[in-house]
């Protein structure tokens, strides 16, 4: 009886393994890595933030100290000196702000009595506008709305917020002092560190970029918030809402933000003042007067100062405020354009990722050789 046939399949070629193209393999490992630093930031955020944060307040103290140069006799001073000078301020300054939220929480509940009594008869002129005969009262306000929340829990919310944003801005104000410290010798360290002449120069290249572009953006961003809060202030000085000082400064720190952040500062006291006043037109007259003071700030008294300084297209400004927004809250939408830009500068310098920079860039400085 014979055997089945069996064919001999060895003589036969192997099946020929899958070649992926290497962009392909380029791109997956891309968006690992993306997915990655994403997660590292958000677990990283009580570590991370106020180092970030301290860098950028370097960049901000270190143009103040060489703006001092000018100054009669402090400029005579070492530039050490200078610095020193520009750390105190800066402290006190925060020192400051700090004292003046905790006095504006403690006057808002002092005024709260005020408001309650404004918001009855903003009802009772609402009610009458629409005709409606049963006025509600502020208890079946109360009941509907704030009454069905914990007082207790929200003060208790907010006196740990504003405690863990003391304990960050003191950990800024230690990171900044280090920070100048240790700036004058990190030239020599980067040289030291590495040992090819060719990428230690380039790295050093591509600190300087840093350095200049940003730090001179933060600079006048800076200055023009500081005017911008000033005229704000003059306005709700001169229409007499309460805690002027407080929202101009909210005003000049959401302008930090770019095309949103001057919307938000201005709809906090416009709102304040509908519950102060109790007048619809004196409110109007306030946003009127705000948003004029935005729009030739934002659109007269800024381009001219800052120009081109952060090259990122418009569409990259907002994606990147999404992103920090999601990973930092209002601490990550305030550091978005500074992280972004150090980010495109840090891709420019690199061959591999130099058309991502491309691609993030408002206007093409790379050409093909």
Not at 242 to 265: E, Q, R, T
Not at 316 to 328: I, N, Q, R
Not at 341 to 350: E, P
Request: glycine letters at 6%; one cysteine or more; a neutral charge.
């Amino acid at each position: 009886m014979h055997a089945p046939y069996r064919p001999d399949r060895s003589a036969e070629p192997a099946a020929p393994m899958i070649e992926y193209p290497q962009q392909l393999v380029l791109l997956v490992n891309a968006a690992l890595l993306l997915v990655l630093t994403g997660f590292l930031l958000l677990i990283g955020k009580p570590v991370l933030l106020p180092i970030l944060a301290a860098v950028i307040a370097v960049y901000v103290l270190i143009n103040a100290s060489e703006a001092l140069r000018v100054v009669p006799l402090i400029g005579r001073l070492s530039p050490a000196l200078r610095r020193l000078l520009v750390l105190m301020a800066f402290t006190l300054v925060v020192m400051t702000l700090l004292g003046v939220v905790v006095d504006t929480i403690s006057r808002i509940l002092r005024e709260a009595p005020t408001y309650q009594s404004n918001i009855e008869r903003l009802v009772a002129q609402g009610a009458d506008m629409l005709g409606v005969d049963e006025r509600p009262d502020w208890k079946t306000i109360r009941d509907a709305t704030f009454g069905r929340l914990s007082l207790q829990s929200l003060i208790n919310t907010a006196l740990y917020s504003f405690t863990g944003v003391g304990a960050s801005v003191f950990l800024v104000i230690v990171y900044s002092a280090f920070l100048l410290s240790e700036r004058a010798g990190f030239a020599v360290k980067l040289s030291a560190a590495m040992r090819d002449a060719e990428g230690a120069a380039r790295t050093e290249a591509m600190i300087r970029d840093i350095n200049h572009r940003i730090g001179d953006y933060l600079a006048i961003k800076t200055l023009i918030n500081v005017i911008l809060g000033a005229v704000s202030y003059a306005i709700l000085w001169a229409l007499d809402v309460d805690f002027a000082i407080f929202w101009a400064l909210v005003i000049a720190l959401l302008n930090y933000i770019p095309y949103f952040g001057s919307l938000i500062g201005v709809a906090f006291p416009v709102c304040l003042s509908i519950v102060q006043f109790g007048d619809l037109w004196w409110t109007l007259l306030l946003a009127a007067l705000l948003t004029v003071a935005q729009m030739i700030v934002g659109n007269i008294v800024e381009p001219r100062l800052i120009g081109r300084r952060v090259n990122l297209s418009p569409f990259v400004v907002l994606l990147s405020l999404a992103v920090w927004s999601a990973l930092w809250g209002l601490a990550g939408a305030l550091l978005a354009v500074p992280l972004t830009s150090i980010l495109s500068i840090v891709f420019s310098s690199f061959e591999p990722t130099r058309p991502i920079a491309i691609l993030m860039a408002d206007r093409i400085e790379y050409k093909r050789p």
